[in-house]
């Protein structure tokens, strides 16, 4: 079952520190940038992912085609892609053994959180870190408060 509940997603927030963004877009009314730009305001070091934007850069990070091709591992992957584009991307993040999966408002599969799940991985579906965080009174990493 994902981690959705409130106390849950306020642990993931507050442990995570680096997030692979699958579906990252370099046209800044597009959610994906939005989010982007709000996670790095709030101290995550965030690493799109893009294949039609590979090794362009995004908000200063420099865009991969595909979790694979990270050059370092990354504590979250958040999903900005249709429902039905997620599954290759569930199958690398189990390979690679990422601690949490995070698919975006209206990413919905639930075959592929029960399979991240059972492989040991915490799963958030249909829900917005850029809400949670504020939501939550979560503080910037690093911040004194």
């Known amino acids: 079952m994902p981690s959705n509940q409130p106390d849950q997603m306020r642990a993931i927030l507050e442990s995570v520190r680096t ?3 699958v579906g990252a877009s370099e046209k800044t009314h597009r959610p994906s940038h939005e989010v982007m730009e709000f996670m790095q305001g709030h101290g995550y070091r965030v690493i799109p992912v893009n294949p039609r934007l ?6 200063g990070e420099t865009v991969y085609a595909d ?4 050059p370092e591992p990354v504590d979250m992957v958040e999903l900005f892609l249709a429902p039905e584009r997620t599954d290759a991307v569930i199958d690398q993040a189990i390979e690679l053994k990422v601690p ?46």
């Open 100 to 145: 949490v999966i995070w698919m975006q408002i209206g990413v919905i599969n639930e075959v592929g959180a029960a399979r991240a799940e059972a492989a040991g991985l915490t799963v958030v579906m249909d829900k917005c870190p850029k809400q949670e965080i504020p939501r939550q009174g979560i503080p910037a990493i690093g911040s004194d408060l």
């Open 67 to 70: 979790i694979t091709s990270l």
């Open 19 to 21: 997030i692979a963004l």
């Open 54 to 59: 590979a090794g362009q850069k995004v908000l």
